[in-house]
Each structure stands twice: as structure tokens, then as C-alpha cells.
């Protein structure tokens, strides 16, 4: 039987700052006046959302071999520590309780966020599941920019306001392209044995040394979509004093660390994307005053 320190261990309780972050951001927009019931069922959706796909990519691959003598988390499938189906429940339970809380939110607000939970709930089952996964076609950061950036950002200020507006979507970019900078450095740490596997990474396509670029250009977009949004507020210079963190994190990717060395370094990125959120969002609020 699986204990339950496994199960947390599968969710990838580090990734959930990535799914954190863009509520934190979208419902700070919207200002003093946020609606806290809406800001929780939008975390609620997120949150969900990020587990349901952490076990959902765990029981694809898992099922595929793909996982099996894995650098990095706990594999439940690969490592048969449980069951394929009892991952792939686990999966649908997360599923199902990101449309319970999306369906509550799309009826106080507007009726096209059904359209826009089943459209991400398929894509986060698709990005390693069914028959042409699009993870193993280099499209994962494409996926999770979309997703974890712009929907989920602009979609919990919507919830708040019932407006898209271009400070939500510029707000989304840095949120967004940490987002993909986290992806990309466990691509990075996976690139020789998803190789190996066949899946087609975004960094299996670049390289191991244009796979490393990348995330430090992901990480000086994060820096100038924040200086370009400050027109919503100009405290938001404020993360600026993320840049040596930002310069650490990229010296020690371009100097070559690779495999478990990558490890730290993820929830390292994970941090920044926090600090990023935090900041931005103690500029709106004070802006909003």
C-alpha cells in the first residue's frame, strides 16, 4: 500500500508555487476590493490543476518506461510504488475537483470558463497522455506559458473584475516565462535519457547548450516584462532586487551544473517566480490604495 508521505511526494509539492504565483498576481490587480471567495476557488482550481497534471504525467510516462531510474522526484508508476490505475484515479480526483471549483466560478461569473477549464484540463491530460502527447513535441513550455501564465493569471483577475485588460496580460508574462524556466530546467536535468526515450523535449530539440540559453533568457524576460509593467504600478521596479538571484541561478546553469546538481536549483527558480509574484503584488495593492 502506498503511505501517504509517497502520494505528497508524486503531487511535487515544489511545483505548486508555480500555480500559487499567477493567482497571487491576477487577484492583486484587481485590488482591495477582491473578492476573497473567488481568489480562493481560483487557487483551489489552480492548485488542482497543477497536482492533477503532476500525477497524470507520472502515470503516462510511468505506464511507457519512460520513468523507470529517474533523477529527481518520487515516480510512483516508474518506481512501482503504486498502482498505474491508482495514480491515474488520483489524477481524475484532482481533475474533478478543479471543474467543482471551476464550474463555482464560472457560474458567478461568466458561463465561457466551462469552455476554459475543459480546454485546460485536456490539455494538462495531453501534454504526456493519449495517443500524440505534445510534451514529447517540444510544445510543453508553449503549454504551460499559456496556462500557467496567461490563463491562469488574467483568468483570476477576470474572475474579480469580469475584464481582460492588457496590465493583466502584461503581468502574466513574467509569471509565465518563470512558469517555463521551471519546466525547462527539468527538461534539462531529463535531457540525456529523454533522448534516450525518445521524448522530444523542448531541450532534447535545443541542446544541451541552447537548452541552458534559453533558461536564462526566460529568466531576463521575467525581468523586463516587470520593468515594462510598471505602468500599473511603479513600485513593480521593486523586482528588481531579484536580479542576483536571477544572475546566481544563470551563472550556475551556463557554467554546466547538470543532473542532481539541477535538483536545488529548481526550487530555486520556483522561489524566484514567488518573489516575482510577492513583489508585484505588494505593488498593486499599495497602488490600489
Keep these: 500500500m502506498t503511505a501517504l508521505n509517497e502520494w505528497v511526494g508524486g503531487a511535487r509539492p515544489k511545483t505548486l508555487l508555480a500555480a500559487i504565483a499567477p493567482v ?34 507520472d502515470y ?8 523507470e531510474d529517474r533523477i529527481g522526484p518520487i515516480r510512483l508508476v516508474g518506481q512501482k510504488l503504486a498502482t498505474p490505475r491508482a495514480v491515474k484515479n488520483a489524477a481524475y480526483i484532482f481533475f474533478l475537483i478543479a471543474a467543482v471549483a471551476g464550474l463555482t466560478l464560472a457560474l458567478q461569473t461568466s458561463l465561457w470558463l466551462i469552455l476554459v477549464g ?21 510544445l510543453g513550455e508553449v503549454s504551460v506559458f499559456l496556462f500557467f501564465g496567461l490563463v ?18 502584461m503581468l502574466s508574462v513574467p509569471i509565465g516565462a518563470l ?7 527539468n527538461n534539462l536535468r531529463d535531457l540525456e535519457k529523454d533522448k534516450i526515450s525518445k521524448k522530444n523535449t523542448l531541450a532534447v530539440i535545443l ?20 520593468i515594462i509593467a510598471t505602468f500599473a504600478s511603479p513600485y513593480i521596479l521593486f523586482t528588481l532586487v531579484l536580479l542576483p538571484v536571477s544572475g546566481r541561478l544563470s551563472r550556475t546553469v551556463l557554467d554546466g551544473a547538470k543532473g542532481k546538481a539541477l535538483i536545488p536549483l529548481l526550487g530555486n527558480t520556483g522561489k524566484l517566480q514567488m518573489g516575482f509574484a510577492f513583489f508585484i503584488s505588494i505593488a498593486l495593492f499599495a497602488s490600489s490604495r
Excluded at 503516462?60 to 520513468?67: L, P, Q, R, V
Excluded at 512558469?179 to 530546467?185: E, K, Q, R, W, Y
Aim: with cysteine; charged share 10%; glycine share 10%.
Design 24 to 57: 497571487l498576481v491576477g487577484t492583486s490587480l484587481a485590488g482591495v476590493s477582491f473578492n476573497p471567495v473567488r481568489a480562493l476557488l481560483a487557487l483551489i482550481v489552480s492548485l488542482a490543476l497543477q497536482i492533477a497534471v503532476n500525477y497524470a504525467n
Design 179 to 185: 512558469a517555463c524556466a521551471i519546466l525547462g530546467l
Design 118 to 138: 475543459a480546454i485546460a484540463i485536456l490539455a494538462a491530460w495531453t501534454y504526456t497522455g493519449g495517443p500524440k502527447p505534445y510534451g514529447y513535441s517540444a
Design 152 to 169: 491562469a493569471t488574467a483568468g483570476s483577475y477576470y474572475v474579480q473584475s469580469q475584464e481582460i485588460t492588457f496590465a493583466s496580460l
Design 207 to 226: 541542446g544541451d547548450r541552447s537548452a541552458r540559453i534559453f533558461y536564462v533568457l526566460l529568466l531576463m524576460i521575467a525581468h523586463v516584462a516587470s
Design 60 to 67: 503516462s510516462d510511468g505506464i511507457k518506461g519512460i520513468d
